[in-house]
C-alpha cells in the first residue's frame, strides 16, 4: 500500500501562486510515477502533469505548459506541483496519484489516490 498526502491548496487571486505537496508513504518503491489530477465541480477528473520518481522525467498537460512545474524530493518521498499565474479556470480539488507506469496522463494508470486539496483562484 501507498498513502498519499496532499497539501498547500487554498485560495488565491488570479495571476498568484500556489506549491502543492504529495507525501508519499508506505511501499512507495512499488510505485515508479506520481502524477497530479484535477477535477472541477460538474466536470470530469483531468490530468494535470506526472513525474518519474527515478530520473524525474516528466509531462505536463497543455493546459499546465508554461505555468505549472512538477518536481520530487525523493529524500522526502515528496512530489511539489508549483503552480504559476494562475487562472479562475484553474479552481479544482486538486489529487496526487501514484502507479506503476510511466508518466500516464490517464487517471487507470494509477492504483493510489490521496484525498485531494481544493484550490480556489478568485477574479
Known amino acids: 500500500q501507498v498513502q498519499l498526502v496532499e497539501s498547500g491548496g487554498g485560495l488565491v487571486q488570479a495571476g498568484g501562486s500556489l506549491r502543492l505537496s504529495c507525501a508519499a508513504s508506505?511501499?512507495?518503491?512499488?510505485?515508479?510515477?506520481v502524477g497530479w489530477f484535477r477535477q472541477a465541480p460538474g466536470k470530469e477528473r483531468e490530468f494535470v502533469a506526472a513525474?518519474?520518481?527515478?530520473?524525474?522525467?516528466?509531462r505536463y498537460a497543455d493546459s499546465a505548459k508554461g505555468r505549472f512545474t512538477i518536481s520530487r524530493d525523493n529524500a522526502k518521498n515528496t512530489v511539489y506541483l508549483q503552480m504559476n499565474s494562475l487562472k479562475p479556470e484553474d479552481t479544482a480539488v486538486y489529487y496526487c496519484a501514484a502507479g506503476p507506469q510511466g508518466t500516464a496522463s490517464y487517471s487507470w494508470g494509477y492504483n493510489y489516490w490521496g484525498q485531494g486539496t481544493q484550490v480556489t483562484v478568485s477574479s
Open positions: 513525474i518519474i520518481w527515478s530520473g524525474g522525467s516528466t
Open positions: 508506505g511501499r512507495t518503491f512499488s510505485s515508479n510515477a
